[in-house]
C-alpha cells in the first residue's frame, strides 16, 4: 500500500435516515429501512451507519490512498464523489442483496457450484482473505460457493470445519455429491491471489479494494451464537453495555512485525507511532476514548 500521506483512511457510512429515503425511493419499500437492509442482507451491523459518521468524515482533510499490487493500481479519496457513491450505504446494500440471492437460490437443482476446500494454515485473517479470493473465482464462474464439510480450517472448531462455526451459512444449497468438472468444481483456498482479480458482468467497473472488502463483509455475517458471544464481550467492556450508545468507531490496524521479515514492511513502528498518526485526527472529531483490543 502506497499512500500520499500516511494517516488512516477512514471510509463512513450515511445517515439512517438517508438510508431509509433512498431504499424507499429507489426500491419502493415501505418497511423501515433497518428491517428492510437486515432481512434482505442479515447484517446486523448497518443500523450502525449514522450521521456520526458523515461528522467525522467532514472534519478531516481531504487523503489519498493509492493500492498498487501487481495489475492493480487504484485510487481513492474520501472526499471523491467517486469514492463517496462506492462506498456508499446504499451500494453495500445493494451488493449484499445480490451476494444473498445468487448464494440463496430458491431452487439448487439447476445450477452450477464451487466447493471451497483444503483452507491454508496460517493466521485467522489470512485464512480468511484467502477464502474471501475462493469465492469471488466462485463468483466470476456464475458458480455457488458451498464448503466442503468437515473443512480443515484450522479455526473452525465445530462439526463442520469452516467458516460457518462462526459465520452465517455461505447458501442453503447442499453439497453437490459429484464433482465433474462442469457443474461442480472444486477452488482451494489456500492460494487466494489476487494477481487478476475476476468480477461478475454486475461488478465489473468497480474497484478491486470495494469488491474485496464487499465479499468479505458477506463472508463474515455473524451467526446467532457469535453474535451472543460480541454482544457479551461488550455487555462487560462498555459501560453503558450497549454497542448503539459508543458508536462511531474506527478500526486501526496494527500491521504485525513478521511482516517485516517476509518484506512486505520495511520496518516494524511501535504503537506511540501508529497512534500519533491520527492523535490530531482524533482532537478535531471530539473523540475521547479509545478501545485497544
Known amino acids: 500500500m502506497n499512500t500520499t500521506d500516511i494517516k488512516p483512511l477512514i471510509a463512513y457510512l450515511s445517515s439512517n435516515a438517508i438510508l431509509q429515503e433512498e431504499l424507499e425511493s429507489n426500491q419502493q419499500q415501505s418497511l423501515h429501512s433497518f428491517s428492510f437492509v437486515y432481512n434482505t442482507t442479515h447484517l446486523w451491523s448497518m443500523r450502525l451507519a449514522d450521521e456520526n459518521y458523515y461528522r467525522i468524515v467532514r472534519r478531516l482533510p481531504c487523503r489519498t490512498v493509492n493500492y498498487i499490487d501487481h495489475s492493480i493500481n487504484e485510487t481513492m479519496n474520501h472526499c471523491s464523489q467517486t469514492t463517496i457513491n462506492e462506498f456508499s450505504v446504499k451500494e453495500t446494500v445493494n451488493t449484499q442483496k445480490w451476494f444473498y440471492e445468487h448464494q440463496h437460490p430458491v431452487d439448487c437443482s439447476n445450477k452450477k457450484f464451487a466447493i471451497i476446500h483444503n483452507h491454508a494454515w496460517s493466521g485467522i485473517g489470512s485464512t480468511i482473505h484467502q477464502v474471501v479470493w475462493a469465492f469471488g473465482e466462485a463468483l466470476a464462474q456464475n458458480r455457488i460457493a458451498v464448503y466442503e464439510t468437515p473443512g480443515n480450517w484450522v479455526y473452525g472448531d465445530c462439526k463442520f470445519g469452516t467458516l460457518d462455526c462462526f459465520f452465517l451459512p455461505i447458501t442453503n ?16 483456498a489456500n492460494r487466494g491471489h489476487w494477481e487478476k482479480p475476476r468480477y461478475p458482468d454486475v461488478f465489473q467497473n468497480r474497484t478491486f479494494t470495494w469488491y474485496r472488502s464487499q465479499l468479505l463483509f458477506y463472508l463474515m455475517r455473524y451467526n446467532a451464537q457469535t453474535l451472543a458471544h460480541v454482544q457479551h464481550l461488550i ?20 500491521r504485525r512485525s513478521d511482516k517485516v521479515t517476509g518484506k512486505e514492511m520495511s520496518q516494524a513502528y511501535s504503537l506511540s507511532q501508529y497512534f500519533n498518526l491520527f492523535d490530531n485526527d482524533t482532537h478535531q472529531t471530539n473523540i475521547t476514548t479509545i478501545y485497544f483490543n
Do not use: N
Open 235 to 254: 455487555a462487560q467492556s462498555f459501560h453503558p453495555p450497549s454497542v448503539d450508545l459508543h458508536h462511531p468507531y474506527i478500526a486501526l490496524y496494527v
Open 173 to 188: 444449497c447442499s453439497i453437490p455429491s459429484k464433482v465433474d468438472g462442469t457443474r461442480t468444481i472444486r477452488i482451494p
